[in-house]
């Protein structure tokens, strides 16, 4: 039996047939000791056909198709053109083997192409990946290369598919470098105390804000300077006007040694340079809430978008951070006291970095660890939501933060929380209620044209009901016209109900006998509907008669 092996290529679909193998001595270690050597493997398997892609949009939409195990038209028709015909009703002589076995079952189905994946395929796919340049004529050195890595790089693009406002990445360096800055933020402001403290040293204990000082120490520069006609500027940059007046009555009677005109040109640019970083911060802090808000917003609106950073940052990502457990994220953070406990026997951890929430801050010493491991909970919850969720919203959140609240109540005043299917399920409300708002014309058009139409039936029986009434005013006025045909159905009913009393008479003593109140211990059925209805049925009965006894008088 022949067997013809096909090669997916970043260049085209390639088939080999490989001659002079007996089925029997197949033997993937001798198979895989030639492969290295092109003059046995090139007298074992040749080049049947080849068939070059189009283009590099066309290798990644084959590549993708080859992945997932589906067979192209493309591929179809090549199969088709160089592979002998299937005749019905016969064994086919040949067999293809493929890489991938779902591809191969795939083209045995629509084709009826009987196809083989094993070992031994492998092997001989192997070799002619190894040796693929030489059996291609007519092929640069470097061309196969190039496409290689095009179509690579294209494939690996196309794969991975994500959402850019929902890189999480963004975050965590966002994270790193605002904790970076906060320290040489604080350090540098230090350095600038230090510095100009040897010039001006009552400032420090006049203006304690790190970026106030270093505004203030830019604008004065020399204190011998500083007159009554800097209070204004003084009075915009400090915003308190004594505290200006301060400054100037101290740098009149300051003791601080006198710096040449380069220490303060040094001084005033470090002290910019400070004011910079001050003001980098608070634009990497807002932009650390936009991209919260857009990655994470339960979480940030539970816990806060500092600490819902730190969190994804310390786990590695968010769906890091929503696979982990709740009592894993309630230590995150704490893994070195938490080995130590467990190395010394002592006792563990009872929070990591939540402890930066305001919500343990806020619980009572006693209450911290319950707080802690409530509001881990918590933060497990609105870390899966927003991994998992494609809406973008903050209800969970928010209603997360609600019940988080209510347990410090709990915990201090005794007041009984809502239960969490109850919040979740109002959460669920608000978040459709807000689907339907952005929606409101579509809906809104449906029913209404629904309720014209059954008020319009409705007007439409009554206006018929009025014409009638129009139509025959002598009918409905006298009466005897159109109640003939209703006193025959009235009289059949009466014989029909008299029967049924006749039957229920005889039937009382024995559901007195077999239940109490009514009730049949048989069926296990109770009896009062029925002879309420009864009842009531006696009543018409009897207001029918009268009316007849009238009507003939």
Known sequence: MALYILYESASGYSLFIAHGLDEIGQNTEAVRGSVSDLNRFGK???????????????????CNAVSEGQMTDEL??????????????????????????????????????????????????????????RFIENLKPGDLEKAQLGLGHSYSRAKVKF???????????????????????????????????WHFPELAKIVNDNYLYAKVAKYVE??????????????????????AKEIIEAAKASMGQDLSPIDLINVKQFAQRVMDLAEYRKKLYDYLVAKMNDIAPNLAALIGEVVGARLISHAGSLTNLAKCPSSTLQILGAEKALFRALKTRGN??????????????????????????????????????????EKNTTAFGEKLREQVEERLDFYDKGVAPRKNLDVMKSAIETVESKDTEVNVDEPANGPSVKKGKKKKSKTGVKEDVESMTEDNPAAVSNGDA??????????????????????????EPTENVNGTNGFNAEDGTVKKKKNNKSKDENTEDLAAREGKKKKKK
């Open 44 to 62: 074992v398997v040749k080049l049947a056909a080849f068939s070059p892609f189009e283009s590099a949009l066309d290798a990644l939409n084959q």
């Open 76 to 133: 179809r028709s090549f199969l088709e053109l160089t592979l002998p015909k299937v005749k019905e009703g016969k064994k086919p002589k040949f067999s293809l083997g493929v890489a991938e076995p779902k591809l191969g079952s795939h083209i045995c189905e629509v084709t009826k192409i009987p196809c083989q994946s094993n070992e031994f395929v492998l092997e001989l796919l192997r070799g002619v990946r190894l040796h693929f340049d």
């Open 163 to 197: 959402n850019v406002n929902r890189v999480d990445n963004m975050v965590i360096q966002a994270i790193f470098l605002l904790d970076t800055l906060d320290k040489d933020i604080n350090s540098f402001s230090m350095r600038v105390r230090e510095w100009y403290s």
């Open 222 to 243: 020399d204190k011998s300077q500083l007159s009554e006609d800097h209070l204004s500027g003084l009075t915009d940059i400090v915003g308190d006007e004594d505290k």
């Open 348 to 389: 563990t951890p009872k929070y990591g970095l939540i402890f930066h929430s305001s919500f343990i801050g806020r619980a009572s010493t006693r209450n911290k660890g319950r707080m802690a491991r409530y509001l881990a909970n918590k933060c497990s919850i609105a870390s899966r939501t927003d991994c998992f969720l």
């Open 482 to 507: 159109p109640e003939e045909p209703k006193s025959e159905k009235k009289k059949k009913k009466e014989k029909r109900k008299l029967a049924q009393e006749a039957d229920e008479e005889k039937n």
